[in-house]
């Protein structure tokens, strides 16, 4: 990780740093119900069920600990949330021994009292160390918290993406980004980072939208591939993350980069156009009458030609297995429609798959495109709408002026130098 600082961050504020005595408070708080729902889980015979609960007790010790605003110090916070994780764990395993002798009808003996210590021992050490394991596992949450002058370096490296991945351009956009534009995820639905002017939204599924000024802004930290990117203020306060393959990722670095934003180990090949963006040089007729195009390459389309024969093959196995093997007149009207469904599903799969080295190609004729992606959709328009270019990964996205995405050129079609050879002649880097 950088050892990049900011000295003009605040490093004294008392509210910052919390308190020993809340920590603890939090810690206690956090150990009475981790203990009360395992002993309501033994209560139902759940036993196995709060066993295994015990992986879960340091991370919700540390959020009570958190919640209460303990001390920003790792010793502090280690040492109390791990000794009121073993305690949990321990005062759990007495107190359900302890139970058991109440609601017995028989008095105990001193017998009674060595056997039941003779069963309740190895438990004690199974449920404290699970609980330490746990801890240890979800310590970086609370890593973050305590160190807090690292913390925006711990969330970044941490990763937790999900469904994205933290692919960082090689290059900018050429030309400056709008004043208001959003980030948001190319595959699914939820996070998303809005621009608006000199303030920014971070919008989260089912939490409050935060707002922030560019001013609030005292650095970035670029996470790796399984990690993110963080934004945060001067008490190094994480304002918002995103990765880096979300749409117009590279016009948000852009933007950082303009306003002077301090980027750690930011690439070298980053740097922030001119303000009159002159218009690109004009076009020979030669290029003019270009006529090309471009499919996918041999080896590609062999390699989704296997999985389509393969997933196609596979479905035919399921019928024969299905229909021919079983009494399929016994099954449930239910049952007998999903098998359907999967066949159809695992068939039809088969087929998209045959099709995608075929159809996947990029037509260029003088300045018209057409773009047609590995499912079959099609895209037509002129190179001269094209404004910037951005890389992911198995895809190359072309933007028009307002940053609306023109379409995805597969990053897998043969002889991808004359594709960039031919868009450079009109002032577009690839």
């Avoid at 605040?10 to 740093?17: A, D, R």
């Avoid at 945060?232 to 993350?241: E, G, S, T």
């Avoid at 049952?335 to 799969?349: H, K, N, P, S, T």
Wanted: hydrophobic share 50%; glycine share 8%.
């Amino acid at each position: 990780m950088s050892n990049y600082y900011n000295t003009s961050h605040n490093e004294v504020s008392p509210e910052l740093q919390g308190s020993i005595l809340w920590g603890i408070l939090g810690g206690v708080a956090g150990m009475i119900v981790c203990i009360l729902v395992m002993l309501l889980c033994s209560l139902f015979r759940m036993s196995s069920f709060s066993t295994m609960l015990q992986l879960f007790v340091g991370l919700v010790i540390g959020w009570f600990y958190r919640l209460f605003h303990g001390r920003r110090s790792k010793t502090a916070a280690y040492v109390t949330v791990g000794s009121c994780t073993v305690s949990a764990s321990v005062l759990w395993v007495v107190l359900l021994a302890l139970l058991s002798v109440l609601v017995s009808p028989v008095p105990f003996t001193a017998a009674d009292w060595g056997r039941l210590w003779g069963e309740i021992w190895e438990l004690l050490l199974l449920c404290a160390g699970l609980g330490m394991i746990g801890f240890f596992l979800t310590r970086k949450s609370l890593l973050a918290y305590a160190d807090w002058k690292r913390g925006p370096w711990h969330v970044a490296y941490a990763g937790g993406n999900g469904y994205s991945y933290n692919l960082l351009p090689e290059k900018l956009p050429a030309v400056n980004p709008p004043a208001y534009f959003a980030l948001h995820s190319r595959f699914a639905p939820g996070t998303r980072l809005i621009v608006e002017g000199s303030s920014l939204r971070w919008r989260r599924r089912l939490r409050k939208d935060r707002v922030f000024s560019i001013h609030d802004i005292a650095g970035v930290v670029l996470g790796p591939g399984n990690g993110c990117n963080v934004l945060y203020d001067k008490n190094y306060q994480v304002l918002a993350k995103f990765a880096g393959s979300m749409e117009h990722a590279d016009l948000m670095f852009l933007w950082l980069l303009q306003r002077e934003i301090p980027i750690v180990n930011a690439p070298a090949g980053w740097h922030s156009p001119d303000k009159d963006n002159p218009e690109p040089e004009p076009v020979k007729s030669s290029v003019l009458r270009r006529q090309f195009v471009l499919r996918m390459k041999r080896s590609t389309g062999i390699g989704f030609a296997v999985i389509g024969c393969f997933m196609l093959l596979l479905g035919l196995a399921l019928f024969l297995a299905v229909f021919l093997l079983t009494d399929v007149s016994a099954l449930p009207m239910v049952d007998r429609c999903a098998l359907v469904f999967l066949e159809l599903a695992e068939m039809g799969m088969g087929i998209v798959f045959l099709r995608i080295g075929k159809v996947s190609r990029v037509e260029v004729d003088g300045e018209q495109m057409r773009v047609v992606s590995r499912f079959g959709r099609a895209a037509e328009f002129s190179v001269r709408d094209v404004s910037s270019v951005s890389r992911s990964l198995g895809w190359i996205v072309l933007y028009n002026r307002e940053f609306k995405t023109l379409a995805k050129v597969d990053s897998y079609l043969e002889d991808m130098e004359r594709l960039k050879e031919y868009m450079a002649s009109y002032g577009i880097k690839m």
